[in-house]
């Protein structure tokens, strides 16, 4: 049984239409990564699973069972971690974990074992008694993470864990939700580090102007879109290699061919040619699926 | 949208909350909620004590001392539910938080209006300890039984404050909301003088608001003036209407704020 199948989810916001008709189920256990550009609509998707936006159409399974009036006990079992820090400034770092972990009526005596306990997994022991205003962006985001596990969630729903940290801290990170993940929980989690979702998701799905374009695990995708294989061929081309058999994409003062077979395109090429040859990578099948222009600004 | 929801314990856990914050910083929470009143209670007892005589058959000390308790009240649990709540709302997006939890709408803005009452209370209570140590009240036993009454109106005034949050789209919109809202129950509500002192046009616009309805109970109650029992069901059935209509009003427009 799927822990979240949704079918034709579609959010509206007046005229503008942030999600338009996206359908995928995640299984227990997996690692599902949201991907898209920005605007695509990954938050209003997770908002809409969470109960904190309504839907504009569409079903939402969670759980197995329709999300309509059971609100509560679907929070009851996930973790929330917005893409924008919500911590509490009134509190300390500890108390933002036990005032949290009353809010899902966790026992007092739980929360008690519960507070350090997560406070060592995100590696803030030491800063239990800070304020929040004191942490840095890597520590908040951490204490974020903690917070949303202060429940034990079945399912855990990670809005950009790692945006602007460093790459300690962003290690740190893949290691707990791979810990996460070897525990059974299910994770689904957004991200703009392609080199992250290809490690830590068993499959993608990305989106973009509300749409789901594509759907896989991440080698899967890679097969499928861009081949396993990337040349990038400096321009002048060389005659004859635009008509041969692999896609190509013209990204401007070079060219991106793309292909199963690198021993023969590379015989194919002729010599004096300069150009980069380089596994395929899920970078490549997201700027192929979503284009190269920028998307917002 | 609105499922009945008594006080349960999701509720209970927003309140514990804020009593945790109240705690934390409890000096400064003193300073505005329990000296700030008695301040004026000091003001108006010793200076316009001096120069009005008898008011409504009563040393002006024992009757400005059920305004000021009203008055107290009256601002303290307003203030939380506009300024204080506005700012979990907006700027820390706390209220974001908690409805990523179990803890529903309804619950969360219950357990602020609650707690904002609570504070509301405790204002409310210091200016009765002080005013009756003063010698300010007449009826100890009246004064005692105005408690409840109180409460209501705490409840009251911090639904109506939680309705203006519910509309503001800037901080400057609690500027309207403190002029033309606190202010004039300050002034035009009985606090310091009676209402009938003012223009018919002005008195009818003072029983439009929950202070007149206040005082207009707590005032005979704790000095001794009849009470007229018919019209003090109308004041608690005025007080009563309006905080359940401010409060579904705020439940409903947040709740289009927040998930629209
Ligand atoms: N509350 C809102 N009111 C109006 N429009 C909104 C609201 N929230 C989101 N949008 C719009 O919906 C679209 C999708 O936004 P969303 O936040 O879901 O994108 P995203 O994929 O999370 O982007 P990013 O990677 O930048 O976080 C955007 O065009 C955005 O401007
Ligand atoms: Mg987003």
Known sequence: MPIISATNLQKRYGALEAVRGVSFEIESGACVGLLGPNGAGKTTTMRMLMGLTRLSGGELKLFGRPVDGVARER????????????????????????????????????????????????????????????????????????????????????????TGLDPQARVLIWRRLLDLKREGKTL?????????????????????????????????????????????????????????????????????????????????????????????????????????????? | MLRTQPFNRYTWAVWRRQALVWRQLIWSSMATNVANPLLFLFAFGYGLGAVIDRIAGLSYLEFVVPGMMAYSAMFASSFETTISAYARFDLQRTWDAILATPVALSELLLGETVWAATKGMLSAISVLVVGWIWGGVPSTGGALLSLPVVALACLCFAACGLAATAHARSWEFFSYFFTFWVTPMFIFCGTFFEIDRFPSFVQWLAWLLPMSHTIAIVRPLMTGLPLDEGMAVIHIAYLLALTIAAFLLSVHRIGRRMFD
């Not at chain 1, 692999?246 to 150009?275: M, N």
């Open chain 1, 75 to 162: 929070r009851a079992r996930i973790g929330l971690v917005p893409q924008d820090d919500n911590l509490d400034p009134d509190l300390s770092v500890s108390q933002n974990l036990h005032i949290y972990g009353r809010y899902f009526c966790v026992p007092e005596a739980e929360l008690s074992k519960r507070v350090p306990q997560l406070l060592a997994f995100m590696q803030l022991e030491e800063r239990g008694d800070s304020r929040v205003m004191q942490l840095s962006g890597g520590m908040k985001r951490r204490l974020t993470i903690a917070r949303s596990l202060i429940a034990n969630p079945d399912l855990i729903i990670l809005d950009e864990p790692t």
């Open chain 1, 188 to 297: 689904l989690l957004t991200t703009h580090y392609m080199d992250e979702a290809q490690r830590l998701c068993d499959r993608i799905i990305i989106i973009d102007g509300g749409e789901i374009l594509a759907e896989g695990a991440p080698t899967d995708l890679i097969d499928r879109f861009v081949k396993g294989h990337v040349f990038e061929v400096q321009k002048p081309i060389p005659d004859g290699l635009l008509v041969g058999p692999a896609e190509y994409e013209d990204i401007g003062d070079s060219i991106l061919f793309y292909t199963a077979t690198p021993s023969q395109f590379a015989g194919g090429l002729p010599a004096g040619a300069t150009y980069i040859h380089r596994a395929a990578n899920l970078e490549d099948v997201f700027l192929r699926l979503t284009g190269r222009s920028l998307r917002e600004g």
